[in-house]
């Protein structure tokens, strides 16, 4: 028995989260790269207290996400390829604030996950599986929005900004891409489309620009 009172836990390969009914946070195991949270380097056998407020909890290797009940979203510990998301490479001993207006978290060993209030997926640390979901293999060291399988989805021209615009007032917009000739003459051409577009004409292949 470690103890009683707990709502929550997370464990990762070499450190163990958990996350009590008052919101407190407690962090034990390995602690070679400040994963713990409790500003030392010291691995620790049995519960120490990280912080108050805090509602989720996800175990990455060697470094830790915590959602607070504001919303706002902290990581510490390992820094490697950029997965606390603060925008650096440089390890955390403490909790740092990634940014806020966030609902769900999940970490892996070298990436992070976050879904924001919108129903928008976040990413960020190390990508050379695709893991982050953007459509690239390149590493990010902040939050970048994951494009879901169908390419559909808000176009968030800002990402930085918080978009509380609800879904229905959002307005369709269809991006079309397409390539003309071969490798000796070669087109690319892309369309962009805003307002009132019948989607389920495109669908068939009868969707057509004229006086859109």
């Known amino acids: 028995l470690i103890g009683s009172g ?3 836990i997370a464990a990762n390969w070499k450190h163990s989260l958990a996350l009590r009914t008052d919101g407190s946070l407690w962090a034990w195991g390995s602690n070679e790269f400040g994963q713990l949270g409790d500003g030392t ?3 620790r056998l049995s519960p120490v207290l990280i912080g108050a407020g805090y509602a989720a909890i996800a175990a990455g290797g060697q ?8 919303g706002s979203l902290w990581a510490w510990g390992s820094n490697e390829f950029g997965k606390l998301g603060d925008g ?6 403490s909790p740092v604030m990634v940014g806020i207006g966030f609902a769900a978290i999940a970490a892996g060993n070298s990436h992070s996950l976050a879904v924001k209030t919108d129903g928008s997926v976040w990413a960020w640390g190390d990508n ?3 893991q982050l979901g953007d459509g690239t293999y390149a590493r990010r060291g902040s939050a970048a929005l994951v494009i879901n399988d169908t390419r559909t989805g808000i176009l968030d021209l800002d990402p930085a900004a918080l978009n509380n615009i609800p879904a229905s007032a959002v307005p369709r917009i269809i991006m079309e891409a397409r390539k003309l000739g071969g490798l000796v003459s070669l087109t690319l051409g892309t369309n962009i489309y805003f307002g009132v577009i019948d989607l389920g004409a495109l669908a068939t292949g009868t969707f057509s620009a004229d006086g859109a």
């Open 128 to 130: 050379i599986n695709g």
């Open 63 to 70: 470094h830790s996400l915590a959602l607070k009940t504001d």
């Open 6 to 8: 707990y709502a929550a």
């Open 41 to 43: 380097t010291t691995d």
């Open 88 to 93: 650096t490479t440089t390890r955390r001993l």
